[in-house]
């Protein structure tokens, strides 16, 4: 996503010290069912994209389906169902 926003080797390395003051890393550790079913939290990344500082560079819309600061992969269907 960073990549898709700016190839400028400054931005990239700014957007990478703002996500780890936050204590963002590269891994995470979750279930199977939060992965694809409940989500993972990515709040720290929809709080970084919507950052004054970020949206006056170039304006950068979350998908819908990420606005709660949750990604998974069929969040919303129901478990049960497979």
């Known amino acids: 996503m960073a990549h898709d926003f700016t190839d400028v080797d400054f931005m990239l390395e700014t957007l990478d010290d703002m996500l780890s003051q936050k204590g963002e890393t590269l891994t995470i550790s979750c279930t199977v069912r939060q992965l694809l079913f409940d989500g993972v939290s990515i709040q ?37 169902l497979f």
């Open 44 to 80: 720290p990344y929809v709080d970084l994209i919507n950052d004054p500082i970020v949206q006056n560079v170039g304006a950068v819309e979350l998908p819908d389906n990420l606005a709660d600061g949750k990604f998974g992969l069929f969040k919303g269907v129901c478990p049960t």
